[in-house]
């Protein structure tokens, strides 16, 4: 992969690298055919955000695919080391003229380099892995809500709150209005914590439509990282979400440069309290009732080899192997009972959909149950 | 019980918040007293907080634009409540271009000072941020432990020199020690020292001038008759003068300090409108 990029374009990937770092600490490249995709997820799992650059966005772009059947190579890198490129962003515009990607398989290295004023180069010479690919699966389409409004107005929203906080309530409330407010864990006692809460009338949106009542609970980190970019870029931002539990999605579109950012937004505290066997019993296949599938129909890591037909290796075999489909025992509910099991564990907040964990190749379900394991996978969640 | 006040002029909504941040970098939690036309911010002398007090009076019609309060009973019209001043601080950061800030007593979970706050937005309607900040309701049984401290009889009163130099100079010392000792005596000199076992630190101050309090009560009438050069010293802590220096936000029109000898030194602070007394225990 080879690509090119010059002026103040140099900065919009610096600030995108930025964004990224907030969530991950590696950062996948993935070259395609439609650009050049950055991405990370979070330990958790519970956050995950891609940036698209498309091949226009660059003065040069070769993926490198000389053979057209074989895949393209993916990698993944220090998001520290990558960082450290993109430091400093006003030095960036002020200095950096072009810079250069390329990336080498054979000497096992991505180089980074910057042309920078009086003839200077600054040479990156960063090591890689190369890796699965980094997948969510998710559709903003199947999202019962979404909002669009100026990065502008979000961002002024945002900075009523603590830099600390680390959870954010986005409610659609009476008269079309938009409200933020801090989340305050049950357990806190409500005389010690400090609510805010903002409205935000329906025409500074550009777009509203959004089911009345509806109420999401997500974290304020990742989208203060987004925001920051949104706002530099002027780029308006769309909210898509749906119920509590399922995944609230943030898109940024330009001709030449789609974001997206996945996260994870807290279960609803009273579907949270009926008893396990009411749900099981329950014979009602309401959409609410199978989060498994919704899960799995979501968001889901395909971590597929970056060798092709690797005999049907499945991509991560360390996971619990489930078919998708009506799942009998709710992978959800199984999660808290282990959990509750452990006497001594703090209650925790539920991020439903933390579970990416759920496998599914991009072919189809035919998987062979045991599988050997290469690698482990670094994650300790499941 | 009932509190309802708004300010609307820019200017007196900064100058509100700066005293609230001052306020929330001395006190952790303090107490806000309310009453028809005064506003006063409490810190009572408590063996936990090392012995600090604060005093902190501010007239309500120089900053509100309107100020209703009912207290309990007619013949006890204030009202006391218990509160972190940083959450009041946080609340005012990101008004500072707001078309109107209302506070109001409120009890819909649990006592709450709400504020809130209205922004010019870019459509017809402006955007409304509200804050409840927690406060516990104080009784009146124990407002007698609020009590205006009384001036102490102080060996020596003496102006301060430009708080920021006397910053400056306290930051420096707070490296190398603990402790500092305030000396001065009724000639105008005022001495910052430290003493460790490596090094002893002293900057000299002059001329600062000493404040007449003479004809007051007559307890300070015998000033003239003193020995001027006598020296009224106590050594307190030295993170406890750097805090109430480094909160000063604005330099205040008349500063000075009364000491009582090996005992505490008390801090005036006048500010136009405002004014703030800090009580520094002498360390034994």
């Keep these: 992969m080879k690509c090119i990029i010059t002026g103040g374009n140099v900065k919009v990937l610096g600030r995108a690298v930025h964004s990224l770092s907030r969530i991950g600490d590696e950062l996948y490249l993935e070259p395609t055919e439609s650009g050049l995709s950055l991405r990370a997820v979070n330990s958790s799992r519970s956050a995950f955000a891609s940036f698209l650059f498309a091949p226009l966005f660059f003065q040069l772009y070769e993926t490198g695919g000389a053979q057209p059947d074989r895949e393209l190579l993916r990698c993944k890198v220090l998001m520290k080391s990558f960082l450290g490129v993109f430091r400093s962003l006003p030095s960036l515009e002020k200095t950096v003229g072009r810079c250069l990607i390329l990336l080498k398989p054979r000497a096992s290295r991505l180089v980074v380099q910057l042309h920078c004023k009086y003839g200077v180069t600054k040479t990156h010479n960063l090591t890689f892995q190369e890796c699965e690919r980094l997948q969510a699966i998710f559709d903003t389409q199947c999202c019962a809500s979404s909002l669009c409004a100026p990065a502008r107005v979000l961002a002024e929203a945002v900075v009523h709150f603590p830099q600390t906080l680390a959870e954010v309530t986005l409610e659609a409330g009476p008269g079309g209005k938009i409200s933020l407010r801090n989340y305050v864990e049950d357990e806190a006692e409500p005389s010690k914590t400090m609510v805010t809460e903002l409205w935000l009338a329906e025409d500074e949106f550009q777009a509203v439509a959004v089911v009345p009542g509806s109420r999401i609970t997500f974290c304020l980190k990742e989208f203060r990282g987004l925001l920051t970019f949104a706002e530099a870029s002027n780029l308006p931002l769309t909210i898509h979400y749906d119920t509590p539990g399922r995944p609230v999605i943030f898109t940024l579109d330009d001709a030449v440069l789609e974001v997206h950012l996945v996260l994870a937004t807290l279960s609803d505290p009273e579907s949270d309290l009926q008893p396990p066997a009411a749900n099981g019993v329950s014979h009602l296949p309401g959409p609410s009732d199978d989060f498994g599938d919704d899960l799995e129909s979501y968001m889901i890591a395909m971590e597929t080899s970056a060798y092709e037909g690797g005999s049907g290796v499945p991509p991560s075999p360390t996971f619990p192997l489930r078919t998708p489909g009506p799942a009998k025992s709710d992978p959800e509910e199984e999660e808290e009972e282990e959990e509750g099991a452990v006497p001594g564990t703090p209650p925790h907040k539920k991020f439903r959909s933390l579970f990416f964990g759920s496998v599914l190749t991009p072919g189809g379900p035919s998987l062979a149950p045991t599988q050997e394991v290469l690698a482990e996978d670094s994650d300790g969640e499941y | ?284």
């Design chain 2, 1 to 284: 019980m009932r509190f309802r006040a708004k300010i609307v002029d820019l200017a007196c909504l900064n100058h509100f918040s700066r005293v609230i941040n001052t306020i929330a970098k001395l006190a952790k939690t303090c107490t806000l007293r309310l009453t028809v036309c005064k506003l006063y911010f409490i810190l009572s002398d408590k063996v936990a907080n090392g012995g600090v007090s604060m005093w902190c009076e501010l007239c309500q019609g120089n900053f509100f634009d309107e100020f209703h309060m009912e207290g309990v009973a007619a013949e006890h019209n204030e009202i006391y409540l218990e509160l972190v001043p940083e959450n009041l601080s946080r609340a005012l950061k990101t008004a500072q271009s707001a078309k109107a800030v209302k506070i109001k007593l409120t009890n819909k979970h649990c006592p709450c000072l709400r504020v809130a706050v209205e922004l010019p937005s870019l459509s017809s309607s402006s955007r409304i941020v509200t804050h409840d900040i927690p406060v516990g309701v104080i009784p009146r049984r124990l407002w007698n432990d609020f009590r205006e401290p009384s001036v102490p009889d102080f060996d020596v009163s003496i102006y301060l020199p430009v708080l920021k130099t006397m910053k400056s100079v306290v930051e420096r010392m707070k490296n190398l020690s603990n402790s500092i000792v305030i000396e001065a005596n009724l000639r105008g000199e005022m001495n910052l020292k430290i003493e460790t076992d490596l090094v002893s630190v002293t900057t000299h101050f002059k001329d600062l001038g000493n404040p007449p309090w003479a004809s007051e009560d007559g307890c300070q009438s015998s000033a003239q008759g003193r020995d001027l050069e006598r020296v009224a010293e106590a050594r307190i802590d030295i993170k406890k003068l750097q805090q109430l220096l480094a909160g000063q936000q604005v330099n205040p029109t008349k500063a000075l300090c009364n000491i009582v000898s090996k005992r505490i030194v008390h801090f005036i602070l006048l500010h136009e409108d405002v004014s703030l007394q800090y009580f520094i225990p002498a360390l034994a």
